[in-house]
């Protein structure tokens, strides 16, 4: 069985700096990862600051890494597309797929930080309205479509490129069930974020009997604090192959540390990847 293994990169955070991003992509390539990832947030409040306050544009930190190392891919996890003009957001992802040579993964979310809208002054009780019908935008434009009418975006007789061959893979972040259904409307992964993998068993028990698209669903995992809690890489890879058994495809791992994570990276290659497959 292939699992697909990412990472998170340092983008950001109190101490950034541009050698540890690289370090960590370049550690991510040798070790066998599959992509690296960077976040989003674009403005928070006082109480979300010391987390989340410190975050850097991440297409831009990716076209920076991805001019730097190659052979690995990259993602946005996750852009947060309702704060944004899905033009723009076409644009960009479109512009790195074509200067990645096709390594580029466009994750979006819709956010859960109301003041992160109020002070960009936009809605956030419409926020899910608004990043369905940008995703929709966004294939039209992919597509060569020349018209578009919505309810926040229309349009008629209008050019765009860049139009991104191979188109970069959309993975929908999310818990809620309305994320589920966007991911199996628009996207071609389901990227949840937390959740309790008996719980995921309950939600894909929900399913059965109805005729809906395969998803592969790649959880988000931070795995620095297991690493910290339990100190064992049999009880990682047991709680990991639970995941796996109740129906993920893979893993986008955040490890920490004061070197972005590598020592752990290189750990879990070792010792806890090749328990993940073991009968």
């Not at 096709?102 to 899910?128: K, Q, S, T």
């Not at 007789?157 to 061959?165: G, L, M, T």
């Amino acid at each position: 069985m292939m699992i697909e293994l990412g990472v998170t990169a340092p983008s950001g955070g109190k101490d950034f700096s541009r050698e540890r991003l690289v370090r960590v992509a370049e550690a991510a390539q040798e070790l066998g990862y599959a992509h690296v990832w960077a976040g989003e947030h674009l403005v928070v409040n006082a109480s979300a600051a010391d987390r989340f306050g410190h975050s850097l544009d991440p297409m831009t930190a990716l076209a920076w890494v991805a001019g730097r190392v190659e052979g690995i891919g990259l993602g946005t996890s996750v852009v947060l597309l309702p704060l944004d003009h899905p033009f723009r957001v076409a644009r960009e992802a479109a512009t790195l797929q074509l200067l990645s040579g096709g390594r580029f993964h466009l994750g979006i979310g819709v956010g859960w930080n109301e003041p992160e809208f109020r002070f960009a002054g936009m809605g956030f009780e419409d926020r899910g309205d608004r990043c369905d019908e940008g995703l929709a935008l966004i294939h039209a434009l992919w597509a060569g479509e020349t018209s578009f009418h919505g309810k926040f975006w229309s349009f008629d007789d209008a050019y765009y490129y860049p139009r991104p061959d191979p188109l970069p893979p959309i993975w929908i972040g999310g818990n809620a069930a309305r994320a589920r259904q966007r991911a199996r409307t628009h996207g071609v992964v389901w990227h949840p974020n937390g959740i309790p993998e008996n719980h995921f068993a309950e939600i894909k028990a929900g399913w059965s009997g109805r005729i809906i698209p395969r998803i592969p669903i790649v959880f988000d995992k931070q795995v620095e604090d297991w690493y910290t809690v339990s100190g064992s890489d049999e009880a990682i890879a047991a709680q990991l192959r639970q995941a796996l058994a109740a129906g993920a495809d893979g893993f986008l791992l955040s490890f920490g540390g004061e070197d972005g994570g590598v020592e752990k990276m290189r750990r879990f290659a070792r010792e806890v990847r090749p328990r993940l497959t073991a009968p």
